[in-house]
């Protein structure tokens, strides 16, 4: 199986570490305070887990998860992921993250900033327009009638399919939204984040509710750029 390597294990982090373990996939995890400080998720986890340093996260996955606040993209390391398929879960919250003036200005998404700091990797954006909660409660195996989609947006469509494989064994399918420049349509406080997952009607975060390919479809055609709204 595929070896998964995460540079941050926060909430999202950690789910997706989760659903890796329980698919038959490994796991090296990292995060901002050093290995030592993941003992305990790393117990839960089992023997297809273990910590490690950011850098040696990145060279170890086939596959690697970048979920890590926006602010500190640019100490993502870039020679281990050279070739390798990144997943980019991050969103932009300026009260946060700070002001990024091409952001503010709608020239750019959060994930072609990490791909021009990866120039050599393939990003992918996903897992980052629903709740971990949500996450880690809707996922069902292939062919349930009650599995949820996730959308994928990437400039590769090796790397896509790459990670479409991924999402599959951990229990979602997905929805192509086409180049990494369409990802602003999931981004935050879009029609389809997070919404599609929560019951209608239930304060966030509340039950989960799953999202068909209709309701996603629907969702993001809904998309309105903050500038719009």
């Known amino acids: 199986m595929t070896t998964i390597g995460l540079i941050g294990s926060g909430n999202i982090g950690s789910t997706v570490a ?46 690697v998860v970048v979920t890590i606040p926006l602010k500190a993209y640019r100490e993502v390391p870039v020679e281990p992921l050279r070739g390798k398929v990144v997943i980019d879960t991050e969103n932009y919250y300026p009260q946060r993250d700070g002001h990024i003036a091409e952001l503010d200005a709608e020239s750019t998404t959060t994930s072609e900033l990490l791909q021009a700091h990866l120039p050599e990797s393939h990003v992918v954006k996903a897992f980052n327009n629903i709740y971990f909660g949500h ?7 292939a062919g349930d009638p009650e599995r949820s989609v996730l959308p994928i947006a990437g400039d590769d469509e090796a790397a896509k399919r790459t990670v479409a494989e991924f999402l599959d064994s951990i229990g979602y399918d997905t929805y192509d939204v086409g180049p990494l420049s369409e990802g602003w349509r999931y981004q935050r406080d879009t029609a389809a984040y997070v919404t599609p997952y929560t019951v209608p009607g239930t304060e966030f975060p509340g039950p989960a509710h799953q999202a068909t390919a209709d309701l996603l479809t629907e969702k993001l055609d809904a998309a309105v750029r903050y500038r719009d709204m």
């Not at 996450?135 to 195996?141: C, F, H, N, Q």
Request: hydrophobic share 45%; proline share 6%; charged share 20%.
């Open 18 to 63: 989760r659903l890796a373990v329980d698919a038959g996939h490994d796991v090296v995890l990292s995060n901002s305070r050093g290995p030592e400080t993941l003992g305990e998720l790393v117990d839960q986890l089992g023997p297809h887990a273990r910590a490690a340093t950011a850098a040696e996260a990145a060279a170890a996955g086939d596959i």
């Open 135 to 141: 996450l880690a409660s809707l996922a069902r195996p």
